[in-house]
């Protein structure tokens, strides 16, 4: 079956400070998927990578998809207090989507 | 209203108890799903309806029942449950069923369970 690692676990940065969360899978990845979380809450969607090579933002959120490394990296610039929650890749895996472990972000002024 | 709404928040229950935990979602769409999150654990996906059918449940205990009444709502009947069972569990929904590219998932806030 297939599994996503997410790397850190945590990160604890100061506001202004630029990050990257990775995620890693253990077979070919067709689509990931990136959302956020905040404690205790549901998923909120961020964005959807489909081709290797593919890069998307979304305000100050950079995704990219290296599918020959069947790996995804989540790139926050200029971090925020907003920014913080629990950050997790979802892969499609045989007609349901997989979850990795989450990368739990703190953003301190 | 938001796009798919659960109840209840929060439930304690003993392990002798009775009760469900309610999904209603607002988009029209045709699969929902059930997933479990406990601490420092993947994600784990517990049953998939699409047209109200079951089409997954991946080795939950019967402990957990669901049921899809039609394609707006969702319920997880809860009886007998064990501490471990304690968790967040998330309701979702998807136009389409899973597969490559299906598109996203839209998520409820979830419901916190709390066995004693």
């Known amino acids: 079956s297939q599994e996503l690692e997410q790397s850190p676990q945590s990160l604890i940065v100061q506001e202004g400070k630029n990050l990257t969360i990775n995620c890693t899978s253990s077979k070919t990845l067709y689509g990931l998927y990136w959302y956020k979380q905040k404690y205790g809450e549901g998923l909120i969607f961020l964005m959807m990578?489909?081709?290797?090579?593919e890069e998307k933002s979304h305000e100050k959120i950079t995704a990219k998809l290296d599918e020959k490394k069947q790996q995804s990296s989540l790139h926050i610039t200029a971090s925020q207090p907003s920014h913080a929650g629990i950050y997790l890749c979802?892969?499609?895996?045989?007609?349901?989507?997989?979850f990795g472990t989450g990368t739990r972000l703190q953003v301190f002024p | 209203e938001t796009g798919v709404t659960q109840t209840p928040r929060h439930l304690v229950m003993g392990m002798t108890n009775k009760k469900s935990l309610k999904c209603e979602q607002h988009l029209g769409h045709n699969a929902m799903y059930w997933y479990k999150q406990s601490a420092k654990k993947p994600l784990e996906l517990m049953f998939v309806y699409s047209l109200e059918e079951r089409v997954e449940n991946n080795s939950v205990p019967s402990r957990f029942s669901p049921e899809c009444p039609n394609s707006s709502h969702l319920f997880l009947h809860l009886h007998t449950l064990q501490p471990e069972d304690s968790a967040l569990y998330l309701c979702?929904?998807?136009?389409?069923?899973?597969?490559?590219?299906?598109?996203?998932?839209?998520f409820g806030e979830g419901s916190r369970l709390t066995v004693l």
């Open positions: 979802g892969a499609d895996s045989t007609d349901k989507l997989i």
């Open positions: 979702a929904s998807s136009q389409g069923l899973g597969g490559r590219f299906a598109g996203e998932l839209f």
């Open positions: 990578l489909q081709k290797g090579g």
